[in-house]
């Protein structure tokens, strides 16, 4: 196959599906690259409803067509791809890919993706969308006039439990510890709901069910007592990994190994652009990951031009 493109982009979820897509529409030659298949974190979605124009999708779904289409506008995407070294400091950017070659271009994208930090359970692989999310706003109204539990004890726990109740009869939030790591004022909006109840200095033990989930079991850390909490969902907001280790530092990024980018989504390197999951952001959903995909594939042709 061919080995010289204007752009290259690592990964091959919604963000680097869309830059590839938008890249390969403006007639610029772009190659898009991931180490597994295409679609990221998205083709564990067993159902999403909130993506625009494509109500009631799947997650590996929505992959397969962005893929599709991508293709369809001439962009070459390349799974299974085993990066063995990269320079993305030279003005001509180069790739190398076990058993491909060398790819080299003049920008890249960085759109690596992330993926939520898990329990490490095999009771949690086996029920992940089957009842485990880690996506409120994806998953919440699944759930409607039931009983789930939330995982963590940060902001972004408590945030999203509110957030659930929205849609749950009742939330349950299990923490490690006996106090929050969150702010006060999250505290206090959680306490204040009266959908939620609280079990502090918990272990999750496992995750119970067939084909979805029925409970969730977890043991004091204090005095050893077994609980077994009957759940249709359970969320689990422990933390986010941004899949950059294999970076190496090669562009600049935040002390959670975010990259750090400007607006125009342009890292500290000349040429090199990141979007989606990977880079510093609030908010990660399918439709800000397109949207990163759309803002960095523009900047990488302006910078080309």
């Known amino acids: ?28 030659k772009a190659l898009v690259l991931d180490t597994g298949s295409a679609g990221g974190q998205v083709i564990l979605s067993h159902q999403i409803a909130n993506y625009p124009g494509a109500p009631e999708i799947s997650g590996s779904q929505l992959a397969r067509t962005m893929l599709k ?30 058993g491909e070659g060398t790819f080299t271009a003049k920008a890249v994208i960085l759109a690596t993706g992330g993926r939520s930090r898990t329990l490490g359970l095999e009771s949690e692989t086996r029920l992940r969308g089957k009842g485990i999310s880690y996506c409120a706003t994806c998953d919440g109204d699944f759930f409607t006039d039931k009983e789930i539990v939330a995982i963590g004890g940060g902001n972004s726990a408590l945030e999203e439990s509110v957030s659930l109740t929205k849609y749950a009869s009742k939330v349950t939030i299990i923490h490690e510890f006996d106090h929050f ?12 709901n009266p ?22 079991v977890s043991q004091d850390k204090v005095s050893g007592q077994i609980t077994r909490l ?39 390197v000349p040429g090199v652009f990141a ?24 900047s990488a042709m302006e910078f080309l031009r």
């Open 230 to 268: 009957p759940a249709a969902g359970a969320f689990v907001f422990i933390g986010y990994v941004p899949n950059t280790e294999s970076l190496h530092g090669a562009v600049a990024c935040n002390e959670r190994g975010e990259i750090l980018t400007n607006e125009a989504l342009a890292t500290n």
């Open 1 to 28: 196959m061919e080995t010289s493109f204007d752009v290259i982009v690592l990964g091959a979820g919604p963000a680097g599906l869309t830059a590839g897509l938008y890249l390969a529409r403006a007639r610029v």
């Open 69 to 98: 289409q991508a293709r369809a506008f001439g962009c070459t995407v390349l799974t299974q791809a085993q990066i063995t070294a990269m320079d993305l400091a030279s003005p001509l950017k180069r790739v190398e890919v076990e």
């Open 181 to 192: 790591q969150a702010q006060a004022w999250a505290v206090e909006e959680a306490q204040r």
């Open 195 to 216: 959908k939620i109840s609280f079990l502090m200095n918990q272990r999750v033990l496992e995750f119970q069910g067939g084909e979805n989930l029925e409970a969730v």
């Open 275 to 298: 979007a989606g999951d990977c880079r510093v952001k609030r908010y990660r959903q399918i439709t800000t990951a397109v949207s990163d995909g759309t803002i960095a594939a523009s």
